[in-house]
């Protein structure tokens, strides 16, 4: 555990940029505040691992299934033409995938998505909403 990582304390370094949904076998899943692509969340591992190669076999397999649960959950509840995932962390070096559902003929479709655009924010009540359709489909 890294006192410094919002992933690993979920403190208000967090509450800056995510909503914790659920945890899985192997991660946690965060709503991105930042809606401009409505579904947005970020899937981290529940340990503080920078790199994919720190896990295990069987944890690694079983962080993939997590992703891919999340992301089935994205498509049922928000049909997009597509998900694009991110996995960055060269300043936060916590292991997390970014899932990005993208809509044709929408905000950056067809280019590669900017990792806080500041465009879209939403009430409580709408990030409760996108929540609890990601939750009904996991």
Same mark, same amino acid.
Request: aromatic share 10%.
């Given at each position: 555990?890294?006192?410094?990582?919002?992933?690993?304390?979920?403190?208000?370094?967090?509450?800056?940029?995510?909503?914790?949904?659920?945890?899985?076998?192997?991660?946690?899943?965060?709503?991105?505040?930042?809606?401009?692509?409505?579904?947005?969340?970020?899937?981290?591992?529940?340990?503080?691992?920078?790199?994919? &190669?720190? =896990?295990?076999?069987? %944890?690694?397999? @079983?962080? *993939?299934?997590? /992703?891919?649960?999340?992301?089935?959950a994205i498509h049922k509840a928000f049909a997009p033409?597509?998900?694009?995932?991110?996995?960055?962390?060269?300043?936060?070096?916590?292991?997390?995938?970014?899932?990005?559902?993208?809509?044709?003929?929408?905000?950056?479709?067809?280019?590669?998505?900017?990792?806080?655009?500041?465009? &879209?924010? =939403?009430?409580?009540? %709408?990030?409760? @909403?996108? *929540?609890?359709? /990601?939750?009904?489909?996991?």
């Amino acid at each position: 555990m890294d006192k410094n990582c919002a992933y690993c304390m979920e403190n208000e370094l967090l509450d800056a940029f995510g909503i914790k949904i659920c945890e899985l076998s192997q991660s946690k899943v965060y709503l991105f505040k930042e809606q401009s692509h409505k579904g947005r969340v970020i899937v981290a591992h529940k340990k503080h691992v920078s790199e994919i &190669v720190d =896990l295990t076999k069987e %944890e690694r397999e @079983e962080f *993939i299934e997590d /992703i891919a649960k999340v992301s089935n959950a994205i498509h049922k509840a928000f049909a997009p033409k597509k998900v694009n995932y991110g996995a960055y962390g060269d300043t936060g070096c916590h292991l997390h995938f970014h899932l990005v559902p993208k809509y044709e003929d929408e905000f950056e479709w067809g280019g590669v998505f900017a990792m806080n655009p500041q465009r &879209v924010t =939403l009430s409580d009540s %709408e990030y409760a @909403e996108l *929540i609890q359709k /990601i939750k009904e489909n996991l």
